[in-house]
C-alpha cells in the first residue's frame, strides 16, 4: 500500500508563511490525485487544496489568492505553500493520497498554529 508523510508545520504570528511537504511512496497504479485536509478542534475535516494527475488544481474558497498546491518529483511529493496565515488557519493538516484501483491513503498529519 501507499505510505504517505506530512511535514512543514508549526508555530507561526498572523500574516507568516509555511510551507508544508507531503511524500507518498512508490505506487505500482499509478497517484491520481493528492490534496491537503484540514482538521480544527471542534471542526469537520475539510479540504483545503488538490492536485491531480494533470497538475490540474482546486482551492477552498477561504485559501483562494493565499495558498498554493504545487507538485514535484512526478506525482509523488507535494507541496502546499501558505501565505498570509491566519488564526482561522490553525488546524492539523493532512495529506491524501488516491492511487488508482486501490484507493485513498492518509498521512497523520502536522500541526499548523497560528497565533500572536
Known amino acids: 500500500q501507499v505510505q504517505v508523510v506530512e511535514s512543514g508545520g508549526g508555530l507561526v504570528q498572523p500574516g507568516g508563511s509555511l510551507r508544508l511537504s507531503c511524500t507518498a511512496s512508490?505506487?505500482?497504479?499509478?497517484?491520481?490525485?493528492m490534496a491537503w485536509y484540514r482538521e480544527a478542534p471542534g471542526k469537520q475535516r475539510e479540504l483545503v487544496a488538490d492536485?491531480?494527475?494533470?497538475?490540474?488544481?482546486m482551492y477552498a474558497d477561504s485559501v483562494k489568492g493565499r495558498f498554493t498546491i504545487s507538485r514535484d518529483n512526478g506525482e509523488n511529493t507535494v507541496f502546499l505553500q501558505m501565505n498570509n496565515l491566519k488564526p482561522e488557519d490553525s488546524a492539523v493538516y493532512y495529506c491524501?493520497?488516491?492511487?488508482?484501483?486501490?484507493?485513498?491513503?492518509w498521512g497523520s498529519g502536522t500541526q499548523v498554529t497560528v497565533s500572536s
Open positions: 512508490r505506487s505500482i497504479f499509478g497517484i491520481i490525485d
Open positions: 491524501k493520497a488516491t492511487e488508482r484501483i486501490r484507493g485513498s491513503y
Open positions: 492536485i491531480d494527475r494533470d497538475a490540474r488544481t
